[in-house]
T-cell receptor
Framework: SQTIHQWPATLVQPVGSPLSLECTVEGTSNPNLYWYRQAAGRGLQLLFYSVGIGQISSEVPQNLSASRPQDRQFILSSKKLLLSDSGFYLC???????????FGSGTQLSVL | DAKTTQPPSMDCAEGRAANLPCNHSTISGNEYVYWYRQIHSQGPQYIIHGLKNNETNEMASLIITEDRKSSTLILPHATLRDTAVYYCIVRVYRSSNTGKLIFGQGTTLQVKP
C-alpha cells in the first residue's frame, strides 16, 4: 500500500505570511494526488487534484495554489495567508487503479 | 456524484455491533458506495466499498439494498478505538477518472464502555 508523508504536523503563521506545505508519496508511481482542507467542526473540502506532473485542477476559488514538480510530490502554497486559511490540510493519493484514496496524517495550520 | 444522507451521530456499546446507515436514493448504476472513517486529528482511513453485492473485509461488512438506494456499514464488534466520524460516499469508479471523493458531514460514532 501507499505511504503519504506530510509535514509539518502543526504550523502557526501570521496573517500575510507565505505558506508551503509539502506532500510526498511512497509505494506507487504516477498517482493521482489531492489536497483537502477541513475547517474546525466541518467536513473535508477538496481543494486541488493532479493527475500528473504539472497538471493541477482547482476545485474552489481561493487564496491557495498547488504545484506538482515531481511525480510523487505535491505542494500547497500561498503568497499571503488569510485568517480563513486556518484548518486541517490533508494530502491524499490514489494509485494506478484509482480504486482507493490513501491519506496523509495532515497539517494543522493556524493563521493568527 | 450522488449525494448521501447519514445520521449526524450514533452511540454503540463496546463489544456490540455498530450499524451505520446511509441513504443514497439518487445513486446511478455505475456509482460505487465507499466508506471511510476519520479518527480525531488524523487523515481519513479507507474501510470498504461495493457496487451492489454485499462485501466483507477484516474491518467491516457492507450491506447494500437490492435497489441500491441505501446501505449499512457494520462493525461486528465495536471497540473504543472505533470511535470516529464515518463517511459514506458514492462515487463513479473508473481507472481512468480522477477518483475525486466528495465528503459530506458523516456520522460521529461514539463507542461507550
Amino acid at each position: 500500500s501507499q505511504t503519504i508523508h506530510q509535514w509539518p504536523a502543526t504550523l502557526v503563521q501570521p496573517v500575510g505570511s507565505p505558506l508551503s506545505l509539502e506532500c510526498t508519496v511512497e509505494g506507487t508511481s504516477n498517482p493521482n494526488l489531492y489536497w483537502y482542507r477541513q475547517a474546525a467542526g466541518r467536513g473535508l473540502q477538496l481543494l486541488f487534484y493532479s493527475v500528473g506532473i504539472g497538471q493541477i485542477s482547482s476545485e474552489v476559488p481561493q487564496n491557495l495554489s498547488a504545484s506538482r514538480p515531481q511525480d510523487r510530490q505535491f505542494i500547497l502554497s500561498s503568497k499571503k495567508l488569510l485568517l480563513s486559511d486556518s484548518g486541517f490540510y490533508l494530502c491524499a493519493s490514489s494509485g494506478p487503479t484509482n480504486e482507493k484514496l490513501f491519506f496523509g496524517s495532515g497539517t494543522q495550520l493556524s493563521v493568527l | 456524484d450522488a449525494k448521501t444522507t447519514q445520521p449526524p451521530s450514533m452511540d454503540c456499546a463496546e463489544g456490540r455491533a455498530a450499524n451505520l446507515p446511509c441513504n443514497h436514493s439518487t445513486i446511478s448504476g455505475n456509482e460505487y458506495v465507499y466508506w471511510y472513517r476519520q479518527i480525531h486529528s488524523q487523515g481519513p482511513q479507507y474501510i470498504i466499498h461495493g457496487l451492489k453485492n454485499n462485501e466483507t473485509n477484516e474491518m467491516a461488512s457492507l450491506i447494500i439494498t437490492e435497489d441500491r438506494k441505501s446501505s449499512t456499514l457494520i462493525l461486528p464488534h465495536a471497540t473504543l478505538r472505533d470511535t470516529a466520524v464515518y463517511y459514506c460516499i458514492v462515487r463513479v469508479y473508473r481507472s481512468s477518472n480522477t477518483g475525486k471523493l466528495i465528503f459530506g458531514q458523516g456520522t460521529t460514532l461514539q463507542v461507550k464502555p
